[in-house]
């Protein structure tokens, strides 16, 4: 609850700093989406590869120095290294793996983010053809989040008077399931197409205040709290309010 409440002052300071700018520039709207590359980071990497991520969202433009934006992005994690890594079953000291194993995540991310345009000749560029700026971007929002294993052999079994692994015999499914506070931070650079179509190109590092318990059977550790890097390339439509 703690998180969460600071997660909300944290958004609406970002609103805030936006909305209390001087407003050159200001009244260009703005709407988009973003494919992104997404790979997972530290205790992640052992869990996951990388994916796609798929992003969309509306940008007001406060300032030539501010650009506030609300977004949201969807990443599904498929496939994870769990699935074919093995067990040590204590009984005959062999390594078993589950045929029918399933790791999987689900992230949904709310954010409010705030693209700051550093220097005075980079804040004169922009909103003409073959023109760009780069910028720096903070944000902060929330992201429900989900991860599922399910369907792993049970390594506690003592294969009864036949001392065998009976592979029917499973885990109960492990759920992670929870709305967490999110950040990040990142910077990139618009290319301008025409006076209204840009090219996005950003980079972020991403943290999630949420966690994934550890199967420690299988040599994974806690994770906490969750983090990517996402690389990624968007368009966006500017036009006047």
């Not at 970002?14 to 988009?32: I, Q, R, T, Y």
């Not at 067990?87 to 399933?102: E, I, L, Q, R």
């Not at 885990?171 to 990139?188: I, M, Y």
Request: proline share 4%; net charge positive.
């Amino acid at each position: 609850m703690r998180s969460l409440r600071k997660g909300l002052i944290f958004t609406a300071g970002l609103v805030a700093l936006c909305v209390a700018s001087e407003a050159s520039a200001a009244g260009k709207w703005a709407v988009g989406g973003f494919v992104d590359y997404n790979s997972p980071q530290r205790g992640m990497k052992d869990r996951f590869g990388g994916v796609s991520k798929f992003s969309g969202g509306v940008s007001y433009v406060n300032s030539d120095l501010f650009t506030v934006s609300l977004e949201y992005n969807r990443a599904n994690l498929k496939d994870g290294k769990l699935e074919t890594l093995p067990f040590k079953w204590a009984v005959d000291n062999k390594f078993y793996t589950s045929p029918n194993g399933s790791s999987t995540m689900k992230l949904n991310t709310f954010s409010v983010n705030a693209m700051v345009f550093p220097g005075q000749e980079n804040r004169s560029h922009g909103f003409k053809p073959k023109d760009y700026r780069w910028y720096m971007l903070v944000g902060g929002g929330y992201c429900d989040y989900k991860a599922v294993n399910k369907d792993f052999i049970y390594p506690g079994q003592t294969g009864g008077t036949t001392k065998t692994l009976d592979l029917t015999r499973l885990l109960e499914p492990q759920v992670d399931k929870r709305v967490a506070l999110a950040a990040s931070l990142g910077a990139g650079v618009e290319a301008f197409i025409s006076d209204s179509w840009a090219l996005d190109v950003r980079a972020r590092y991403n943290i999630i205040v949420g966690e994934i318990r550890p199967m420690l059977l299988w040599n994974l550790e806690r994770i906490f709290p969750i983090q990517f890097v996402d690389v990624g390339v968007g368009m966006k439509f500017y036009f006047w309010r």
